[in-house]
């Protein structure tokens, strides 16, 4: 049974190794680009779906009726009441 994780441990540590090597490859370099520009992608699409979700929250706020704002803001004075 030992024999058999130390085998395992044994496989585990080449198959690591020999991946490794086959990524820093000339065959395997346009992999680590191809990964860099999935995760640069990915970030750009989470930073504007942040930043729509934030302006779809703050279009109500701006489109609402000025009652709304006397509700929400007791000490709004709307300039055009004088």
Same mark, same amino acid.
């Given at each position: 049974? /030992?024999?058999?994780?130390?085998?395992?441990?044994?496989?585990?540590?080449?198959?690591?190794? +020999?991946?490794g090597?086959? =990524? #820093?490859?000339?065959?395997?370099?346009?992999?680590? $680009?191809?990964?860099?520009?999935? +995760?640069? /992608?990915? =970030?750009? =699409?989470?930073? +504007?779906?942040? /930043?729509?979700? /934030?302006?779809?929250?703050?279009?109500?706020?701006v =489109?609402?009726?000025?009652? $709304? $704002? $006397?509700?929400?803001?007791?000490? #709004?004075?709307?300039?055009?009441?004088?």
């Amino acid at each position: 049974m /030992a024999d058999s994780d130390q085998q395992e441990t044994m496989l585990k540590t080449a198959a690591g190794v +020999a991946g490794g090597a086959l =990524l #820093f490859s000339p065959v395997g370099m346009p992999i680590v $680009h191809g990964i860099a520009g999935i +995760a640069v /992608a990915s =970030l750009g =699409l989470i930073a +504007a779906g942040s /930043a729509i979700g /934030a302006i779809t929250d703050n279009i109500g706020n701006v =489109l609402a009726p000025k009652d $709304h $704002h $006397h509700k929400d803001y007791p000490d #709004f004075v709307d300039e055009e009441e004088d």
